[in-house]
């Protein structure tokens, strides 16, 4: 099949004539937006339903009875929202193999700072907080587009051949502003970029379009997808070339109210639309080697744009997103379609799923039916109170049916069982019940908050098993979203790559990146936590890093006094050195015997604990002075006792002039306590059970 687009230069407002191939596969694509806007038709009502559910109207009409409405979408869709995504993280672009080292690395970090800074000011966080609530509450699907938009003119500028003359030659020219021979300087109109910018924008359900055919949940497998849209007229003319001479057949607004979700009638949208001159499109993005037998790469995309009132395509082209290098034939630039799509269900052969808010309808119905019947049986059963008209004085009864009377009430007899109250009919119980069992079931739908867990939860492990299994659905989800936000850093760092300088970046880099590098973001970062749960984990790596000496602590530190509400220019200082710290040693002596170990006695002198000899003397003489008994009188001659002294009643024999006394001899048995003795023994008679002895 012949190619869809004719790139031979062409004079300036002709365009090429194009084969009877390239005419019938440009009437097939028209067909094939035209059966996805039926269908889309369709599944708008549904939509515009959704979103009605979530704004908390849900009713079509106006009623004389008093109905309740009970917003649930709008708290579930905001809690879901923020659990799935809350703030935008920082994309990580992990090395090629061949960049590891070196300057390499010099570009690798300035380009991935680029890209967090671009996709930011593109406005993603933005258009992910739009795309989100499409995909929960409205349509079960969020999409967006990845551009950049360029304001250019065309200028006379000298024609590019020039290049290849001599220095020689090139410095004439540049002297003398004529070519060599004298001939004027060869020009040709060449497109200028004044102001170029990157944009994220949100692609509303109502206008994406998709193949009918497409039975899959990843669009980047889809053989085309596109969008519906609408310019003015201006910028219409610098997009799509248009000739101001057919501005009247091609500006008007062609959508009727089921090609748009809020709910807007005809007659409002054509008043608004009076002043806005606008021009309507069509624009799809195909994979060129599913219609082109010649196409050579499976990542080629092609640009299609069908402006309303033309027949024939104003834009027939490969996607500018993408360049292919003229040498090895390489697609760089983008390798994936602009349009992103976020789905996070699927149903069977349907790329289209129905949103949380669509399967969780029928509960919000009952809820809401069940709300309105408690309001109804609140007014229909006020307290009435009834009075006995034969002891009530009737000047009394008139006051009482006009309900002024609140005074003294004037009874003939005694006031019992004068004025009571009629017995009201009391709400059902099982309606309540019934309410929390279908505000149950709709948190088991959605997933979200503790109702989620089912109403047979009745033990701490069940608690815990069903919360381990509502973690991993939302983890799942939010890793689907994660990976939607990725493609849209991938598709932008693509055109990036191809549409900056790239000396900017650093040495090494080349628009042949774009086919190596590989875009992640840490895991659970598009969750936005409060300053107690950052600081807890922060508090949480410090302790377990911080002694490994392969964390850089002071980036953490300033973290950790910023979330603390200090400054941490004032509270954060460089340590001081310190000397090297000692091993911490301890010894434990448990006698006499320890310290007369040389090793024991070794550490202790190491550790400056040993006694200095002066003070082992002065011990020495301490002890001999409380411990050495005193020293016995000299004998006298024959041992018989001390001199002078009176006869002793140790026995005879020699002693000695210094040391112990002999310890006596151990006295005879029974005689050392004569005044112990045993206890009287008690005789005590048994007597059996039955008497007897």
């Known amino acids: 099949m012949e190619e869809l687009t004719n790139n031979a230069p062409t004079v300036l407002g002709e365009k090429p004539e194009l084969s009877a191939d390239v005419k019938k596969q440009i009437k097939l694509f028209k067909q094939g937006v035209e059966s996805c806007k039926q269908y889309r038709r369709k599944l708008v009502k549904d939509w515009q339903v959704n979103v009605d559910y979530r704004r908390g109207k849900p009713f079509a ?292 799923p129905p949103s949380d808010s669509a399967i969780g309808r029928p509960q919000i119905d009952e809820i809401n039916k069940s709300r309105t019947q408690m309001i109804r049986q609140r007014e229909r059963s006020l307290p009435i109170r009834w009075f006995d008209v034969n002891r009530v004085d009737p000047a009394i009864q008139y006051a009482l049916m006009r309900g002024t009377w609140q005074g003294m009430i004037p009874v003939q007899g005694i006031g019992t069982n004068i004025i009571g109250e009629v017995a009201r009919a009391g709400m059902p119980q099982e309606n309540f019940v019934f309410d929390r069992i279908a505000k149950t079931d709709l948190n088991e739908f959605w997933q979200a908050g503790p109702g989620s867990f089912g109403r047979d939860i009745e033990t701490r492990a069940e608690v815990d098993a069903a919360a381990t299994s509502t973690d991993v659905r939302v983890a799942r989800e939010r890793a689907k979203v994660g990976k939607f936000f990725v493609g849209i850093a991938e598709v932008l760092g693509g055109l990036i790559s191809i549409f900056e300088e790239p000396s900017s970046f650093g040495e090494g880099f080349t628009p042949f990146v774009s086919k190596t590098l590989s875009y992640s973001i840490l895991a659970d970062s598009t969750v936005l936590l409060d300053s107690n749960q950052r600081l807890k984990r922060l508090m949480q790596f410090v302790n377990f890093t911080a002694k490994s000496g392969w964390v850089d602590i002071e980036s953490v530190l300033k973290e950790v006094a910023t979330l603390s509400g200090l400054d941490p220019a004032v509270v954060i200082k460089p340590p001081k050195p310190r000397p090297p710290v000692e091993p911490n040693m301890s010894l434990r002596l448990t006698g006499i015997e320890d310290l007369l170990n040389p090793l024991a006695l070794a550490f202790m002198m190491k550790a400056g604990q040993a006694p200095p000899i002066e003070m082992i003397e002065e011990a020495k003489k301490l002890i001999e002075a409380s411990v050495t008994p005193p020293i016995p009188p000299p004998m006298e001659e024959g041992g018989q006792g001390p001199i002078g002294g009176a006869p002793s009643d140790l026995p005879m024999g020699p002693r000695p002039l210094n040391g112990p006394l002999p310890e006596p001899a151990p006295p005879a048995v029974g005689e050392a306590n004569p005044n112990w003795s045993a206890l009287n023994r008690v005789n005590q008679r048994v007597v059996s059970r039955e008497g007897d002895e």
């Open 61 to 352: 009409g106006v009623s004389d009875e008093d109905r309740v409405s009970v917003p649930l979408d709008w708290s579930l869709t905001k809690g879901k929202e923020s659990q799935l995504f809350s703030q935008v993280p920082a994309v990580r672009i992990n090395h090629p193999p061949h960049t590891t080292s070196g300057p390499a690395l010099t570009w690798v970090h300035s380009f991935e700072t680029y890209i967090n800074d671009q996709i930011i000011e593109a406005g993603v966080e933005s258009t992910m907080g739009e795309a989100l609530p499409d995909c929960i509450n409205a349509a079960g699907i969020g999409v967006v587009v990845v551009a950049r938009q360029a304001i250019t003119r065309d200028v006379m500028l000298p024609a590019p051949d020039l290049q290849t003359l001599s220095e020689e030659d090139q410095a004439i020219i540049a002297e003398t502003q004529l070519m060599p021979d004298g001939s004027p300087i060869p020009m040709e109109p060449t497109s200028k970029v004044l102001d170029s910018k990157y944009s994220v924008s949100r692609i509303s359900p109502a206008d994406f379009l998709w193949p009918l055919s497409f039975t899959g949940s990843d669009f980047d497998l889809a053989p085309w997808v596109g969008r519906s849209g609408r310019a003015p007229w201006p910028e219409a003319l610098r997009l799509f070339h248009l000739d101001p001479s057919e501005k009247d057949k091609m500006v008007g607004e062609t959508r009727n109210p089921l090609d748009r979700i809020e709910r807007i009638s005809q007659d409002t949208l054509d008043k608004n639309d009076i002043t806005d001159e606008s021009v309507s499109f069509d624009e799809i993005f195909y994979k060129e080697f599913l219609y082109n037998p010649d196409a050579t790469s499976y990542a080629a995309i092609h640009h299609l744009v069908f402006v309303e009132g033309k027949d024939e395509p104003v834009i027939n082209e490969p996607w500018q997103g993408q360049q292919i290098d003229k040498e090895s034939g390489t697609v760089l630039g983008s390798q994936k379609f602009p349009i992103r799509v976020l789905t996070l269900s699927y149903i069977t052969d349907d790329p289209i």
